[in-house]
T-cell receptor, first 118, second 118 residues
Framework: KAGVTQTPRYLIKTRGQQVTLSCSPI?????VSWYQQTPGQGLQFLFE???????NKGNFPGRFSGRQFSNSRSEMNVSTLELGDSALYLC?????????????????FGQGTRLTVV | AQTVTQSQPEMSVQEAETVTLSCTYD???????LFWYKQPPSRQMILVIR??????QNATENRFSVNFQKAAKSFSLKISDSQLGDAAMYFC???????????????FGTGTQLKVEL
């Protein structure tokens, strides 16, 4: 089956602009999580969506937002971009523990979107 | 909040030899999940192995095995018969159970860059 698809793969934006990244999960997966990866801060959790509702949120400013659609596809948006937002943004999809009775749900990652803010 | 520590920024191993990557974590929870992820130059995160805290038996996946010491909060990864394709960044990750708000939020360590030499 198809894996997690993130689009676009690469993006260059100017400070002050906004950007929207997309993530299509594996078919049947209803949980989508987003992570930011930078050399300085490492991998940091942004948020998780399940059934179109944000279930978990990391410690990021309100400029970072997301949403999930009824087909489980998710988008994240960053407004008023700053140079420090340059990063690899990773999306992961999974079943959600307890939903199907499974305890140990594996997260499958996409290849990421490389965002450069200039 | 849980924290994950990987104290080895870089490790090297000769092809066909064995290498162990270290990971420690801090948590007050008794039930949780631990993972090792591999991130090759393509940047896609790939699950290597997982461990449920309530299982005393150490997980194994082919050439990969873990040494899970719950009391010491230690979770090391052993790679046997190292291959050139094992060269990558390895991340240790922690996840809380859903009932305590874990959902699918992963907390990552800072990573260990593994080099495999001929």
């Amino acid at each position: 089956k198809a894996g997690v698809t993130q689009t676009p793969r690469y993006l260059i934006k100017t400070r002050g602009q906004q950007v929207t990244l997309s993530c299509s999960p594996i078919s049947g997966h209803r949980s989508v999580s987003w992570y930011q990866q930078t050399p300085g801060q490492g991998l940091q959790f942004l948020f998780e969506y399940f059934s179109e509702t944000q279930r978990n949120k990391g410690n990021f400013p309100g400029r970072f937002s997301g949403r999930q659609f009824s087909n489980s596809r998710s988008e994240m948006n960053v407004s008023t971009l700053e140079l420090g937002d340059s990063a690899l943004y990773l999306c992961a999809s999974s079943l959600r523990e307890g939903y199907t009775g499974q305890r140990n749900t594996e997260a499958f990652f996409g290849q990421g979107t490389r965002l450069t803010v200039v | 909040a849980q924290t994950v520590t990987q104290s080895q920024p870089e490790m090297s191993v000769q092809e066909a030899e064995t290498v162990t990557l270290s990971c420690t974590y801090d948590t007050s929870e008794s039930d949780y999940y631990l993972f090792w992820y591999k991130q090759p130059p393509s940047r896609q995160m790939i699950l290597v192995i997982r461990q449920e805290a309530y299982k005393q038996q150490n997980a194994t996946e082919n050439r990969f095995s873990v040494n899970f010491q719950k009391a010491a909060k230690s979770f090391s990864l052993k790679i046997s018969d190292s291959q050139l394709g094992d060269a990558a960044m390895y991340f240790c990750a922690y996840r809380s159970p859903l009932l305590t708000g874990g959902g699918n939020k992963l907390t990552f360590g800072t990573g260990t860059q593994l080099k495999v030499e001929l």
